[in-house]
C-alpha cells in the first residue's frame, strides 16, 4: 500500500514567518510530486509540483525534494493569514492515480 | 484554465434514492477520478478512468458505480443512497501522470 504521510498539525505560525510543511512517502519509485492548498469549504488547488532533487521556488513558495529520503516539504516564506489552509501533499508514481495524504492545517496568526 | 465543473454543488437526498452526480472537463483529459472527503480521512479515491468507457476502482468503491460515455464526462452513481454516503464529493482530471485538477466539490447529505 502507497502511503503518503503528513502531520496533521495545527501548525500554528505568526504572520511574517516561515511555515515549514513536510511529507514523507513510502513508494520509492515515486516521480512526481505536488503540493495543493485547500481552504475551508473549498476544493484542493494546485501550488507547486516538482520532480527533481532540490529546491523550486515559486514567489513566497518553496518546495524541497530528497528522493534518497522519501521526503518532499513546502516553505512559505512571510507567511500571511490568507495562508491560513490546509495543504496536502501528493505523489504518483507513474501509471497511477495520485496518494494523497490527509493534510497538514496552518494557521498563520496576525 | 484548466475547468472541471460539477453541476449539482448541494444535494440533499433521501436514504435509498438513486443519485447521480455528474462531471465535465474542458481540457481534453484522458483521465477522470471521483473522490470522497471527510474529516479526518482525507481524500479517498472511489473510482477513476484512463479511457472512454473504461473505469478502475479506487480505494472505496463500495456502493458506488461510475459511468463514462464520452471523453469530458464522467458520471458518479450511488445506487441506492445511505447515510454514510453524506460527504462532499470531488471530481478531477489530468493528462497521464501529471497534476490534477478538481471541480469544485459536490456536498452531498443522505437523511
Known amino acids: 500500500q502507497k502511503e503518503v504521510e503528513q502531520n496533521s498539525g495545527p501548525l500554528s505560525v505568526p504572520e511574517g514567518a516561515i511555515a515549514s510543511l513536510n511529507c514523507t512517502y513510502s513508494?520509492?519509485?515515486?516521480?512526481?510530486f505536488f503540493w495543493y492548498r485547500q481552504y475551508s469549504g473549498k476544493s484542493p488547488e494546485l501550488i507547486m509540483s516538482?520532480?527533481?532533487?532540490g529546491d523550486k521556488e515559486d514567489g513566497r513558495f518553496t518546495a524541497q525534494l530528497n528522493k534518497a529520503s522519501q521526503y518532499v516539504s513546502l516553505l512559505i516564506r512571510d507567511s500571511q493569514p490568507s495562508d491560513s489552509a490546509t495543504y496536502l501533499c501528493?505523489?504518483?508514481?507513474?501509471?497511477?492515480?495520485?496518494?494523497f495524504g490527509k493534510g497538514t492545517r496552518l494557521s498563520v496568526i496576525a | 484554465d484548466v475547468k472541471v465543473t460539477q453541476s449539482s454543488r448541494y444535494l440533499v437526498k433521501r436514504t435509498g434514492e438513486k443519485v447521480f452526480l455528474e462531471c465535465v472537463q474542458d481540457?481534453?483529459?484522458?483521465?477522470m477520478f471521483w473522490y470522497r472527503q471527510d474529516p479526518g480521512l482525507g481524500l479517498r479515491l472511489i473510482y477513476f478512468?484512463?479511457?472512454?468507457?473504461?473505469?478502475e476502482k479506487g480505494d472505496i468503491p463500495e456502493g458506488y458505480s461510475v459511468s463514462r460515455e464520452k471523453k469530458e464526462r464522467f458520471s458518479l452513481i450511488l445506487e441506492s443512497a445511505s447515510t454514510n454516503q453524506t460527504s462532499m464529493y470531488l471530481c478531477?482530471?489530468?493528462?497521464?501522470?501529471?497534476?490534477?485538477?478538481f471541480g469544485e466539490g459536490s456536498w452531498l447529505t443522505v437523511v
Open positions: 478531477a482530471s489530468s493528462f497521464l501522470g501529471n497534476t490534477i485538477y
Open positions: 513508494d520509492r519509485v515515486s516521480q512526481s
Open positions: 516538482i520532480y527533481s532533487n
Open positions: 501528493a505523489v504518483n508514481s507513474g501509471n497511477t492515480p495520485l496518494v
Open positions: 481540457m481534453d483529459h484522458e483521465n
Open positions: 478512468s484512463y479511457d472512454v468507457k473504461m473505469k
